[in-house]
Structure formats: structure tokens, C-alpha cells
Nanobody, 120 residues
């Protein structure tokens, strides 16, 4: 199983970006899909998550600005980021809890990270 993230880049404060992450490989079912981020010199933190049933959670710092969504048929999670601030600058990682076969337990998978830089 692999998670491939796309969509990072340089954006001015107040701008928008959309991140995508697609899970591929031997997948029986996916539970949670989520985004984390790690800024220079800081620990990795949770940004947003979406469960199979559609329940969403957001970090307080991004509520009202970021929206997480998923396409179950494509095993893809999106993060729409609006009103970006310099403090949103970080490497963004996608995460998913995936069961490869009906017989296995859920396992944790991480994408490779995509850099988002918010600067004028």
C-alpha cells in the first residue's frame, strides 16, 4: 500500500491550495484518512481527519479555513486550504488506517509529505 500526496507549493497569505492524497495497492477497506503537518523545528500535528462514516475533525487553528473530504471510490482524500497564513507553512503528510485483506487488522500508512509555503 502506498499513499501519494500532491498539491503543495508556494502561495501568498490569504491564498488557497488544494492537497490530494491517493491510496493505492492492496486495499480491502479504509477507515480514517487524515492530514498532519510538521513545521520547521516543531512536532508533527494533526490538521484534519475524516472517518469512513464521514465524521470530520479539525485542529482549532484551521477550523473555518480548511475543509477535508474524501472520494471513497478513488481512495483519495483532499484538503482544501483557504485563507492561508504564514503559520500554515509546513510539510503536510497524509495518513490512513487501512486493512489490506479481510483477515488482517488495520495498519497505519503515511504519505511522503508535500511542502506548503505561505509567504509574500
Amino acid at each position: 500500500v502506498q499513499l501519494q500526496a500532491y498539491g503543495g507549493g508556494l502561495v501568498q497569505p490569504g491564498g488557497s491550495l488544494r492537497l490530494s492524497c491517493r491510496a493505492s495497492g492492496s486495499i480491502y477497506t479504509i477507515d480514517i484518512m487524515a492530514w498532519y503537518r510538521q513545521a520547521p523545528g516543531k512536532q508533527r500535528e494533526s490538521v484534519a481527519s475524516i472517518a469512513m462514516g464521514g465524521t470530520r475533525t479539525y485542529a482549532d487553528s484551521v477550523k473555518g479555513r480548511f475543509t477535508i473530504s474524501r472520494d471513497g471510490a478513488e481512495n483519495t482524500v483532499y484538503l482544501q486550504m483557504n485563507s492561508l497564513k504564514p503559520e500554515d507553512t509546513a510539510v503536510y503528510y497524509c495518513y490512513s488506517k487501512i486493512k489490506e485483506t479481510v483477515w488482517r487488522t488495520y495498519e497505519d500508512y503515511w504519505g511522503q509529505g508535500t511542502l506548503v509555503t505561505v509567504s509574500s
